[in-house]
Each structure stands twice: as structure tokens, then as C-alpha cells.
């Protein structure tokens, strides 16, 4: 890997019926995931994906490029921008900013983004992790 | 338990929960996320878990015990994970509370989580940012 590389990219179609796996999965039962007459009086006009699912398509492209150093020693640092709603396709973007070698292994760091099929950015952030040299 | 986010302060712990990371819980994570990874397996070829299954774990706890309302919004997250988890393993996820304040119409709370594994080696922390309508408070349990 060098500055400027891709990561593979990760293209997800979200629905609801994922959002109550999620829910499920995480055990967050926000309304504002699952209740569509609740959520259909918030801010968005509907539900919304969690925030933390949307953003495991991040985890799956670093897992993706780096494997099990990923989650031995990644680091991600995000913020979460705009919802993601039931129908819309993700895409999960990375490209290597900067590779720091440091003895016998290099730390790597990565832009990393999701946007939606509506161009809107959901999450940005920064994603790093060490890779054998 | 929380009544009322105000008096809520920093360095107070708010949540502390065990949990067995079994291949039911993982099988579930990967489900719903419908991450396409192959399986990532240690040396010896034990499966472990996925790294976004133990930071969505580290914050279970802290949305059950907050009991936090329709309309809160998930700002930020930060996580940095120092070592796998295999599959069968059990956890401790402690949650602290770093900041509280309100701004305009939402409650920002900030919150450190803290995950160990069995023989209490740190295996991830993180920091979560989240946005609780202002005049909300926790929502009535059934």
C-alpha cells in the first residue's frame, strides 16, 4: 500500500428489514430505527439506519484490505453526517493518505468515507492500522 | 437509575455489562450488516469477531441503562481496538461518562467505553458522541 491507494470499495442496500436486524443484532431499539409512525414525525420523515451499522461498511473494507491486523490494531475516528434511510444504496469509500514504517511494521492511514446514493456524504473520518512491513 | 440527564456528571460510570460473544451473537452481527468478509480466523484457526461487533457491544449497555429516548442522534464515534476476539469469549464493557452539556436544543454527551476480555486485557476503547433532544428524558421501560 502507498499514499494515494484505493481500498475496495463496499456497496450496501439498506432496508428496513436490516435496520430491525440491526436493532436486534445490537440491542438498540431507538424508534427512530424501527417505529415508522414515530419516526414518520421526526426531522427525517421516516426512519433512519443506525448510525453504527452504516458505519460497519467501513470496518468491512479496512477488514477487507488488511485483514486480522484490522482488529488487532485499527483505530477509526468518524462522525456521522447525514441519516441514511430505508432504499438507499451506501458506498464505503478509503484511499491511503499517509504510510509511517516504524521497524518491522508500517502504520497506515486512511481517509475513509460512506456516501449515498443521493450524494450525500453519511460519515466521514480517518481510519488507521499497523500492517507487518 | 437515570431520571434526569442533568445530573448526570463526568467521570460517573453508567454502564458495566458481561457478554458471551458466541457464534449465535456473531452469525446475527454479520446478518444484519451483511458484511461479505470471509470469516477472519487467528493462527490456530479459531474464528474471531468481527471488530465492528465489539464496538456496536460496547455500546449496548449504554443505550439500555441511559434508556435513551426516541429522536437521539448518534454524533461521532471514535474506536481503537488493541487485540482480536475470538469467537466464545466474554467481555466486559464499561461505559463512563465524559462530558455533559447542552447546546441550542440538544444534550451532547460524550462517553469513553472501555471492552476487556477475560483475562482483563484491553481489547478495545472508544468514544461516543451522542445528541438527546434537550428536553427529553430517559423513556419509560414496559
Request: glycine content about 10%; charged content about 20%; hydrophobic content about 40%.
Given at each position: 500500500m502507498k499514499k494515494g491507494d484505493s481500498l475496495p470499495q463496499v456497496y450496501r442496500v439498506v432496508d428496513q428489514a436490516r435496520i430491525e436486524d440491526y436493532a436486534h443484532a445490537s440491542g438498540d431499539f431507538n424508534p427512530i430505527h424501527i417505529d415508522l409512525e414515530f419516526a414518520s414525525q421526526s426531522q427525517f420523515g421516516g426512519t433512519i439506519a443506525h448510525g453504527m451499522m452504516v458505519a460497519a461498511t467501513i470496518s468491512e473494507i479496512m477488514t477487507g484490505a488488511f485483514g486480522s491486523n484490522w482488529a488487532k490494531t485499527g483505530k477509526m475516528k468518524i462522525r456521522f453526517r447525514s441519516p441514511v434511510k430505508p432504499g438507499q444504496t451506501v458506498t464505503a469509500t478509503g484511499s491511503v493518505q499517509r504510510v509511517s514504517p516504524d521497524g518491522e511494521s508500517s502504520r497506515i492511514v486512511c481517509a475513509v468515507s460512506v456516501t449515498t446514493d443521493?450524494?450525500?456524504?453519511?460519515i466521514s473520518g480517518q481510519a488507521e492500522v499497523t500492517v507487518p512491513a | 437509575m437515570v431520571t434526569d440527564y442533568g445530573d448526570l456528571q463526568p467521570g460517573q460510570e453508567i454502564s458495566r455489562h458481561s457478554y458471551q460473544v458466541d457464534e449465535g451473537l456473531v452469525a446475527d452481527y454479520v446478518a444484519a450488516v451483511q458484511d461479505e468478509n470471509p470469516p477472519l480466523r487467528d493462527s490456530d484457526g479459531v474464528q474471531l469477531v468481527p471488530a465492528m461487533a465489539v464496538a456496536a457491544l460496547s455500546i449496548r449497555g449504554v443505550v439500555q441503562d441511559l434508556r435513551i429516548p426516541g429522536?437521539?442522534?448518534?454524533a461521532g464515534q471514535e474506536f481503537e481496538f488493541m487485540s482480536a476476539v475470538a469467537v466464545g469469549s466474554s467481555l466486559d464493557c464499561a461505559a463512563t461518562l465524559v462530558q455533559n452539556s447542552v447546546r441550542g436544543n440538544w444534550r451532547f454527551l460524550v462517553i469513553d467505553c472501555h471492552v476487556t476480555d477475560d483475562n482483563a486485557a484491553d481489547v478495545m476503547s472508544g468514544k461516543s458522541t451522542i445528541m438527546i433532544p434537550a428536553g427529553l428524558g430517559p423513556r419509560e421501560t414496559k
Amino acid at each position: 500500500m502507498k499514499k494515494g491507494d484505493s481500498l475496495p470499495q463496499v456497496y450496501r442496500v439498506v432496508d428496513q428489514a436490516r435496520i430491525e436486524d440491526y436493532a436486534h443484532a445490537s440491542g438498540d431499539f431507538n424508534p427512530i430505527h424501527i417505529d415508522l409512525e414515530f419516526a414518520s414525525q421526526s426531522q427525517f420523515g421516516g426512519t433512519i439506519a443506525h448510525g453504527m451499522m452504516v458505519a460497519a461498511t467501513i470496518s468491512e473494507i479496512m477488514t477487507g484490505a488488511f485483514g486480522s491486523n484490522w482488529a488487532k490494531t485499527g483505530k477509526m475516528k468518524i462522525r456521522f453526517r447525514s441519516p441514511v434511510k430505508p432504499g438507499q444504496t451506501v458506498t464505503a469509500t478509503g484511499s491511503v493518505q499517509r504510510v509511517s514504517p516504524d521497524g518491522e511494521s508500517s502504520r497506515i492511514v486512511c481517509a475513509v468515507s460512506v456516501t449515498t446514493d443521493i450524494g450525500e456524504v453519511a460519515i466521514s473520518g480517518q481510519a488507521e492500522v499497523t500492517v507487518p512491513a | 437509575m437515570v431520571t434526569d440527564y442533568g445530573d448526570l456528571q463526568p467521570g460517573q460510570e453508567i454502564s458495566r455489562h458481561s457478554y458471551q460473544v458466541d457464534e449465535g451473537l456473531v452469525a446475527d452481527y454479520v446478518a444484519a450488516v451483511q458484511d461479505e468478509n470471509p470469516p477472519l480466523r487467528d493462527s490456530d484457526g479459531v474464528q474471531l469477531v468481527p471488530a465492528m461487533a465489539v464496538a456496536a457491544l460496547s455500546i449496548r449497555g449504554v443505550v439500555q441503562d441511559l434508556r435513551i429516548p426516541g429522536g437521539t442522534l448518534h454524533a461521532g464515534q471514535e474506536f481503537e481496538f488493541m487485540s482480536a476476539v475470538a469467537v466464545g469469549s466474554s467481555l466486559d464493557c464499561a461505559a463512563t461518562l465524559v462530558q455533559n452539556s447542552v447546546r441550542g436544543n440538544w444534550r451532547f454527551l460524550v462517553i469513553d467505553c472501555h471492552v476487556t476480555d477475560d483475562n482483563a486485557a484491553d481489547v478495545m476503547s472508544g468514544k461516543s458522541t451522542i445528541m438527546i433532544p434537550a428536553g427529553l428524558g430517559p423513556r419509560e421501560t414496559k
